[in-house]
């Protein structure tokens, strides 16, 4: 099942406590996939890349043709 969350508008605080509790919650569909909506920024990428996806082991990347995303799928949370 495909999720997304747009982070627009929200602190870098707000936006990782959101981004984790819904991607904790997405991971419990099998073949989850998840775009986070980032925008230009790579430093909420980075804390999101290095505190969020690092610490649960979400596999992600960056698409050439969106800078501004990171999709996330296949996880071994559990």
């Known amino acids: 099942m495909k ?21 904790i919650k997405a991971s419990m569909d099998d073949g989850m996939e998840f775009e986070i909506i980032t925008g ?8 999101i890349i290095n505190k969020i996806l ?7 990347y960056i698409p050439s043709n969106n800078l501004g995303m990171i999709i996330v799928s296949d996880n071994t949370i559990y």
């Open 40 to 47: 230009n920024s790579i430093i909420l990428q980075q804390k």
């Open 54 to 60: 690092g610490k649960h082991n979400f596999s992600h």
């Open 3 to 23: 999720h997304f969350i747009d982070l627009h508008g929200m602190s870098h605080k707000e936006a990782l406590e959101k981004t984790e509790e819904a991607l």
